[in-house]
């Protein structure tokens, strides 16, 4: 969990400062943080029971992330969760 969590927040801290550093230069830099995805990885990993696990968690799609990814990075959106 700690390594988990410390590379969470790098690539936050890395897409935050990017960000801003790209600014007026054409490219941008959108994080992606989506929470729980409908995969199939769960399954594969053995951990298909998990939907319990901290409350009533919202599964989406992977073709919703996708989409509202997309739609973050026309924006020049920072993050999209």
Request: aromatic share 6%; with cysteine; net charge negative.
């Amino acid at each position: 969990n700690a390594t988990y969590a410390a590379t969470k927040a790098f690539a936050n801290s890395f897409a935050e400062s990017l960000h801003s550093e790209l600014n007026g230069t054409g490219v941008t830099c959108t994080l992606l943080a989506p929470g729980p995805t409908v995969t199939g990885f769960n399954e594969v990993a053995g951990i298909s029971n998990i939907d319990g696990i901290g409350g009533s968690l919202v599964w989406v799609t992977a073709e919703r992330v996708a989409k509202e990814a997309i739609q973050g990075m026309a924006c020049n959106r920072r993050i999209v969760i």
